[in-house]
């Protein structure tokens, strides 16, 4: 059943929900023609559902687009020509769709050449013999005109920035797998020159100790010192390495909870973030925790809107400005005290102090001296 409504009823996914609500707006702008008609004529009500068909297949790109095209344009001349007053709207059905398809320049142009052809005809035919045409002016007829031409080149141009923005996001999508990926096989490296070295050492000394350990004990002992020592270089090794892993830089720690800011639906502002790109290792790291924290009392207390930073720096200092449009400090808990003084703890490792404000929201005021 899913199969047979995905290739026969509903529109292909890539187009949202956009197609659905062209189809409703159909319903209602063909409804308006149909329920003047007395007695009810139902050749129009027939032509109405053929045109939905075969708009719907116009969607998808195969060897029959030309007589899914073709026949809505029929349609949509047949109802202009029979109702001045409403039937063009079809045309601006078709012509979205002759826009919104992702195909060449070479066939998007043939179809839009097919379309004024049969759109301006119409539109001439109706300037030309219609006894009324006065009623509507000179601006009627130029409004006329302007959608008949424009709307496929609209559409087109919409349609391009949608396919833009979504590869963008695919782009995106696949670099971050690759800076992943890149990632672990640095790691694996890593592990395997520091470590790989130690452990083929400390199975060697095992090896000699067991042999030794019944001819000469006290060189026995004395390699079971040297492994017991290289075991504990190792494992600070691999703290060191876990604590570098843990550590986030401020671009990590912006996207992560860019993610959660729009889960949340709070729009996410940075200004001037490219200057923090620079800054220390302890100082990113800090003020990555810090950005984690506020992002969660945010999202979790301020009922807030937007959330801003702002970075800058001095000769002599780092500034980081965190601002939210939310409820403030009203009805604060004690997590957001202990927040804070876990931020200030942070920052005063790295001799930097910090501010807050509550009014319209909070301000949070960062300041970290540059070392000498």
């Not at 920035?161 to 971050?176: A, C, D, F, P, V």
């Not at 000394?205 to 504990?232: F, G």
């Not at 860019?258 to 940075?270: C, P, R, T």
Request: aromatic residues 12%.
């Amino acid at each position: 059943m899913n199969k047979f409504l995905d290739k026969y009823v509903l529109f292909p996914k890539r187009f949202g929900f956009m197609p659905y609500f062209w189809v409703f707006s159909l319903f209602l702008m063909a409804g308006q023609i149909l329920i003047t008609q007395h007695p009810f004529n139902w050749f129009y009500l027939l032509l109405v559902l053929i045109f939905l068909k075969f708009y719907r297949d116009g969607y998808s790109i195969n060897r029959w687009l030309w007589l899914d095209i073709g026949i809505q344009l029929l349609i949509a001349a047949y109802f202009t020509l029979k109702f001045p007053n409403g039937g063009g709207t079809f045309f601006i059905y078709t012509a979205w769709e002759i826009g919104s398809l992702p195909y060449k320049l070479r066939d998007f142009l043939r179809y839009l050449v097919l379309y004024l052809v049969i759109s301006l005809s119409c539109v001439l035919t109706f300037i030309l013999f219609t006894p009324t045409i006065k009623e509507y002016g000179p601006f009627g007829i130029i409004i006329a005109l302007t959608f008949t031409i424009g709307s496929p080149i609209a559409a087109r141009s919409l349609g391009n920035s949608y396919r833009r923005s979504y590869r963008t996001k695919q782009t995106n999508r696949r670099l971050e797998t690759i800076i992943k990926q890149n990632e672990r096989d640095r790691i694996a490296q890593d592990l395997h020159d520091s470590l790989g070295q130690s452990f083929s050492l400390i199975t060697l000394k095992s090896e000699l100790a067991t042999k030794l350990i019944d001819k000469d004990p006290k060189k026995a002992q004395q390699q079971l010192k040297d492994i017991a020592q290289t075991s504990r270089d190792d494992l600070n090794l691999v703290r060191q390495i876990v604590a570098d892993l843990n550590a986030q830089s401020i671009a990590s720690a912006m996207v992560s909870e860019g993610k959660n800011l729009d889960l949340a639906q709070i729009q996410q502002i940075s200004i001037n973030e490219d200057v923090s790109n620079t800054w220390p290792k302890d100082i990113q790291h800090t003020l990555a925790a810090i950005i984690k924290e506020t992002t969660t009392n945010v999202i979790r207390y301020s009922h807030a809107n937007l959330m801003k930073f702002t970075f800058e720096e001095d000769a002599s200092n780092y500034f980081l400005d965190i601002h939210d449009d939310g409820i403030g400090f009203k009805g604060a808990t004690d997590h957001i005290s202990y927040g804070l003084s876990g931020m200030t703890n942070r920052l005063k490792s790295i001799n930097g102090t910090l501010k807050v404000t509550s009014d319209h929201g909070v301000y949070l005021q960062i300041s970290i001296p540059k070392k000498d």
